[in-house]
């Protein structure tokens, strides 16, 4: 099994989008606004902070040739808090068709991005611990979050090539 950072590496190639969906007045569910500013901040091109309104921007996003959107959120998968899920549209559609705590669920924003037949879309989620209104992240997420920055980062030239930190594993489908 490839780890995290060669499926990343494999994936993240050509004109890449990052989105980060989710809600951070409920705890873990910000995960993936909160690295989406963090990416931003570090200067990653193309990263979106899209929150609990992502289909104010996938059209427009599909719409400008990207090869890839990649969807940052935080994600029910039945595993550990912190653990980190990879999963392809098909793979999306299969598991989010309608639950979603945002307005649309995954699955209709996987399509809707797909319709250009150019963008392939991608999940990188992270199964939460609490998303309980009014928390924050919560330290185990909030490490994932940490590596991951540190991760995209690196395979963007934007961080530096000697991190030096443990491979993740990645749960897959």
């Known amino acids: 099994m490839k780890d995290l950072r060669q499926q990343l590496a494999e994936l993240l190639q050509g004109r890449v989008c990052l989105m980060g969906l989710g809600n951070v007045d409920c705890g873990d569910d910000g995960f993936g606004v909160r690295l989406a500013e963090e990416l931003l901040e570090a200067g990653v091109p193309d990263v979106v902070v899209a929150g609990t309104t992502p289909e104010d921007d996938v059209g427009r996003i599909a719409g400008q040739g990207f090869d890839l959107l990649v969807f940052l959120d935080a994600v029910e998968f039945g595993a550990s808090p912190g653990s980190v899920v990879l999963l392809n549209a098909e793979e999306i559609c299969a598991r989010y068709p309608q639950i979603s705590t945002h307005k649309i669920s995954l699955a209709v924003l996987a399509k809707w991005a797909r319709a250009t037949g150019k963008t392939k ?52 489908a």
């Open 121 to 172: 879309v991608w999940l990188l989620g992270v199964q939460p611990q609490s998303v309980r209104p009014g928390e924050t992240l919560t330290p185990t997420v909030s490490a994932t979050r940490h590596l991951l920055r540190r991760l995209v980062l690196e395979l963007n030239d934007v961080g530096t090539a000697a991190l030096g930190w443990p491979s993740v594993k990645a749960v897959t």
